[in-house]
């Protein structure tokens, strides 16, 4: 069952919500039994076989759970604890990796060994990936110490919680379960007011832009991957029309989750703050996915930086130590433990040699940003000016690398994608439509003799998106995100007012007043009407 769907949206959403403050009128246990009832109803909706693929799995994490809050404490149960974390993380990649890369290990060793295995194909379960990540966080977090005492109940509420279910935000136990025994579960005219803003203004996102550029990208990935060349102007479109579509369609989802979850009087964490206007790939991540990077870096970079840290200084080898950083150090401390990283961010975003392939490019950007702010120092002096200079051409090369590296987070093939890529360098030449050709009058010639070529693709497309790109370009460089026009309300974790020293509310942010209830409604309108169109969901299956 999709957020954007009208059985979701007049169905599932009124009935959970009316119910859990009826209930929580006369008990808040019974409350929250029942948006655990009403979780599993949600994910069992598209495929009820789901269930049964994600049960076994939750009650096996929350036995190794219960089994390492006990032995940790023991001195003399120390490495049976460890034994146990480290089993809890084996059974849970062993159960993303059968579901999610099995045929795709398969190719990998059909392509590299000349191997013919064969494998039916793995139903995929809903947010596995996700699910997954949370799961082993959880296991950390008991074996740290940071989570002492949970019940199944409070175990299967934090898994199944249905707005960050299917596509995150990945969250800590830690960061929700307080709230969940602190919820009052009556209605709250403020949280209600909150979340239908972020879930209305979240799924504008979604299928007024998102998926208004999910159709002319569609085309020209489709075209790329019958082997036919891309022109200049069609495959930039493709790129940073893509690069667009993906940011609204998932920083949309996110905004309907922190919206779905403020209606039951629970903050999740942000996910998305204005990534497209990072200076730099390192603020890029930290700006986009942020409760992946935030993932990623706990417990996969830090431990292997860490573990690499202490055997350079038992070998009596300098660490890393900012201007004075030598370039085995950073290789080995910070270069490649980065690499690693996104690595795995890239498989675990899909089974794919384009996935993989994103992830590592991105690694070698995050490299090449690291050595440039060791450099920084060293090279320029006048700090302010640098920055003047340096921050606008940072945000515009920030944002090409993302875009290019999307093509291949995009593309259905390899080929596809150096197809793509070689139209954005001008390879394949440059072309306009027909029909646009037919209107620019005695320019025709001159663009003819340029080198410009008349091609028989769609002229109201082209010009839409012509239009549309730019525009919306502005927007996400210009504006306040959703985030920041609820600001007021901490629509996320740890979200507020920034302290900009100017008194008095700022006219731009969101607050429960006539002027605004009626923008939003107009926004809504437009958005549920077209609720029915065609829709492209790119987390669904991640």
């Known amino acids: 069952m999709l957020f954007n ?187 209600a007011a909150v979340g239908v803003t972020l879930f209305l203004l979240g799924l504008a996102k979604k299928v007024l832009v998102a998926d208004f550029l999910a159709g002319p990208v569609s085309v020209v990935y489709a075209n790329a991957a019958t082997g036919h060349g891309v022109t200049l102007l069609n495959a930039w479109i493709a790129a940073v029309g893509f690069t667009l579509q993906i940011y609204f369609d998932f920083s949309g989802y996110s905004d309907m989750a922190l919206g779905l979850a403020r209606l039951f009087g629970i903050r999740l964490p942000a996910n998305f703050n204005s990534p497209l206007r990072a200076p730099s790939i390192i603020d890029f991540w930290l700006r986009w996915h942020i409760t992946l990077t935030r993932f990623l870096t706990a ?33 080995q401390l910070l270069m490649m433990p980065t690499l690693v990283t996104m690595f795995i961010s890239g498989l675990w975003h899909g089974a794919g040699y384009g996935f993989v392939l994103w992830g590592l490019l991105h690694g070698v950007y995050l490299a090449i940003n690291h050595a440039w702010r060791l450099l920084v120092p060293r090279l320029f002096r006048d700090r302010d000016r640098y920055r003047k200079v340096m921050t606008p051409a940072g945000i515009l090369i920030t944002f090409l690398a993302v875009a290019a590296a999307m093509v ?25 439509p027909e029909a646009v050709y037919a209107h620019l009058g005695p320019l025709a010639p001159w663009l003819q003799r340029l080198g410009v070529a008349s091609e028989a693709t769609g002229g109201t497309t082209f010009l839409e998106m012509a239009a549309a790109l730019p525009i919306l370009l502005a927007a996400v460089m210009l504006l306040p995100n959703t985030l920041e026009l609820l600001s007021s309300y901490e629509p996320a974790l740890g979200v507020k007012p920034r302290l900009d020293g100017v008194p008095g509310r700022k006219p731009w942010r969101w607050s429960p007043t006539v002027p605004w209830a009626a923008a939003v409604s107009a926004v809504a309108a437009l958005a549920i009407s077209s609720v029915a169109g065609p829709s492209e969901f790119l ?4």
């Open 299 to 331: 417990y996969i970079y830090n431990p292997l930086v860490l573990t690499l840290s202490r055997r350079r200084a038992a070998r009596g080898q300098p660490g890393y130590g900012g201007r004075n950083t030598t370039p085995g150090a950073f290789v």
């Open 539 to 542: 987390y669904w299956n991640f």
């Open 5 to 191: 769907s009208y059985e979701f949206i007049f169905g599932f959403l009124p009935v959970a919500a009316l119910c859990f403050y009826v209930i929580g009128r006369c008990s808040r246990a019974w409350a929250l039994r029942w948006l655990v009832a009403a979780s599993l109803f949600f994910y069992a909706w598209w495929r009820p076989i789901n269930v049964l693929i994600i049960a076994p799995s939750i009650l096996i994490n929350f036995a190794i759970a219960r089994a390492l809050s006990k032995t940790r404490l023991r001195e003399d149960r120390r490495a049976a604890s460890t034994a146990l974390l480290v089993l809890g993380i084996a059974f849970n990649v062993a159960f993303l990796g059968y579901f999610k890369y099995v045929n795709f290990f398969a190719d990998v060793a059909n392509d590299v060994f000349g191997a013919h295995l064969a494998f039916a194909k793995v139903v995929l379960p809903l947010g596995i990936s996700f699910i997954t990540f949370q799961k082993i966080a959880f296991l950390i977090d008991v074996h740290a110490g940071r989570v002492k005492s949970f019940s199944l109940q409070d175990y299967g509420l934090f898994v199944l919680f249905f707005p960050q279910l299917i596509a995150g935000p990945i969250v800590h136990y830690r960061e929700v379960m307080p709230q969940f025994h602190a919820a009052s579960c009556r209605f709250s005219s403020t949280d």
């Open 408 to 432: 291949l987070f995009r593309s259905p093939s390899l080929s596809a994608a150096w197809t793509v890529l070689k139209g954005m360098m001008g390879l394949s030449g440059v072309g306009l």
